[in-house]
T-cell receptor
Framework: AQKITQTQPGMFVQEKEAVTLDCTYDTSDQSYGLFWYKQPSSGEMIFLIYQGSYDEQNATEGRYSLNFQKARKSANLVISASQLGDSAMYFCAMRENNQGGKLIFGQGTELSVKP | KAGVTQTPRYLIKTRGQQVTLSCSPISGHRSVSWYQQTPGQGLQFLFEYFSETQRNKGNFPGRFSGRQFSNSRSEMNVSTLELGDSALYLC?????????????FGEGSRLTVL
């Protein structure tokens, strides 16, 4: 069963606008963590934001925020004021309980920012 | 603070050969994880090392192996290379916790098997 689902293979957004990238997950664990990474064409996976399952507030990091809806098992990434440099693949990932460095990744969303 | 360093960045091998990839984690990080990324399978977890011990393992054949040294640097080895092993191999490091801490990735080693 797919544990991380990103339903948007590709998305376009106008520069300076906000965009939401969808991510739903499936786990029976009560303790887990959710991650978002950005992967430009160079290949490096850049860490963006992290949300723990017990965190009561949505995580924010600069222009990135994570819209965490636990009951719906969704962890959408919101990028505000898009920039041309935001064009990249974006991956949602989950770490289940006590799994350390083992992340389960979604298939990714390719974001293109238009000038 | 230096990030995760992977070497070599690019390499080309032929079927049947073996390859060794290296990963130096962020200073102070004791956990190193390895991932394989291919267009067909996406990102898949290979294994994780913590304090020189394999702490977790993905679903890959025994041709894929790894180790970690006392300075937390890690190597992964693929023996008897197959065409399907062509991929971007990514290494990630984190502080230590099994349930906490972000994972930071390197730029990857892109392996082509001919």
């Amino acid at each position: 069963a797919q544990k991380i689902t990103q339903t948007q293979p590709g998305m376009f957004v106008q520069e300076k606008e906000a965009v939401t990238l969808d991510c739903t997950y499936d786990t029976s664990d009560q303790s887990y963590g959710l991650f978002w990474y950005k992967q430009p064409s160079s290949g490096e996976m850049i860490f963006l934001i992290y949300q723990g399952s017990y965190d009561e507030q949505n995580a924010t990091e600069g222009r990135y925020s994570l819209n965490f809806q636990k009951a719906r098992k969704s962890a959408n990434l919101v990028i505000s004021a898009s920039q041309l440099g935001d064009s990249a693949m974006y991956f949602c990932a989950m770490r289940e309980n006590n799994q350390g460095g083992k992340l389960i990744f979604g298939q990714g969303t390719e974001l293109s920012v238009k000038p | 603070k230096a990030g995760v360093t992977q070497t070599p960045r690019y390499l080309i091998k032929t079927r049947g050969q073996q390859v060794t990839l290296s990963c130096s984690p962020i200073s102070g990080h004791r956990s190193v994880s390895w991932y394989q990324q291919t267009p067909g399978q996406g990102l898949q977890f290979l294994f994780e090392y913590f304090s020189e011990t394999q702490r977790n393992k993905g679903n890959f054949p025994g041709r894929f192996s790894g180790r970690q040294f006392s300075n937390s640097r890690s190597e992964m080895n693929v023996s008897t290379l197959e065409l399907g092993d062509s991929a971007l191999y990514l290494c990630a490091s984190s502080l230590a916790g099994a349930n906490t801490g972000e994972l930071f990735f390197g730029e990857g080693s892109r392996l082509t098997v001919l």
